[in-house]
């Protein structure tokens, strides 16, 4: 392992989380980082490049605070068109490993993949193209607390003690999952059951097939190409939610069915009608 405590040590000294002492977001520079205006990004990624010279890089992932949405969740890497499903479905595999391994804090439902324009410049999207990093991921833990508890509530220290160990044994349990088919194949199952439930609920059954995954090449046998394309792509449909202070822009976790849209379209537009109404 390799573990960078802090990459803006200066601006968190003046009170800042986002922006460093210069004013600057650190993390939109990591495509080409200058050693003078963002000396942490620039020599972690110098450091990155000298291990990837004599080992293989398995995982990257950084830690963020997220003002707005709730709970712990992760944001990927799903290159449009230049992933395999099978690719897609194992970058989705450590999210749901760690929700299993932390399920009063971790929230799978709110993790998102899709890649924006704007964000090509963060950590995880950069490494993820730059030095091939297929699980390279942004874990963000909210300011706002957790909804998952019967109680809403803050987190407190104690549990974000408990969400890093939980982190790292997810790594273990992911780790041994690329060479154990019995501990692949529980996941595997666990999950393609969650992404075959979310499919049902936004287009329909899109196959009564039932999912078999056992061996690493074989996870993606069970349905065909284009079935398990819009099964692993099912979730994706929703961006990350815009947060002043971190990074994100979304607007749910599951995309809703075109008469929940419109139903939803009416509602806001009687609303705004209402609004007009009371200003005259």
């Known amino acids: 392992f390799k573990i960078v405590p802090m990459l803006n040590p200066d601006g968190v000294a003046v009170g800042n989380y986002r922006c460093s002492l210069a004013g600057v977001d650190l993390n939109r520079q990591y495509i080409n980082p200058d050693k003078v205006q963002h000396p942490t990004v620039f020599h972690l990624k110098k450091e990155i490049e000298k291990v990837k010279r004599s080992n293989e890089l398995f995982f990257y992932c950084d830690f963020h605070g997220h003002s707005r949405q709730q709970n712990v969740f992760m944001y990927g890497c799903r290159e449009t068109g230049s992933q395999s499903a099978s690719d897609i479905f194992k970058h989705k595999l450590f999210p749901w490993v760690m929700s299993q391994k932390a399920p009063e804090y971790f929230s799978y439902s709110e993790c998102k993949y899709h890649v924006r324009k704007s964000k090509e410049g963060t950590a995880r999207i950069a490494f993820r193209r730059q030095f091939g990093i297929l699980n390279s991921f942004t874990m963000e833990t909210s300011f706002a607390g957790t909804t998952i508890s019967r109680i809403p509530r803050h987190f407190n220290s104690d549990n974000l003690i408990s969400i890093g160990k939980h982190f790292g044994e997810a790594i273990l349990d992911y780790n041994r999952s690329m060479n154990s088919a019995k501990v692949l194949s529980r996941y595997c199952q666990s999950l393609g059951a969650y992404l075959l439930g979310e499919v049902k609920v936004n287009y329909g059954a899109c196959s009564s097939a039932m999912l078999r995954f056992g061996e690493t090449d074989a996870a993606v046998h069970a349905l065909s190409h284009s079935q398990f ?52």
Do not use: Y
Not at 231 to 252: F, I, M, P, Q
Not at 255 to 268: D, F, L, V, Y
């Open 229 to 280: 394309e819009k099964l692993v792509g099912a979730s994706d449909s929703g961006t990350e939610s815009e947060d002043s202070c971190s990074e994100s822009e979304n607007e749910g976790s599951i995309q809703e069915g075109s008469e929940e849209r419109k139903a939803k379209r009416k509602t806001k537009r009687r609303q705004r009608k209402k609004e007009k109404e009371k200003e005259k």
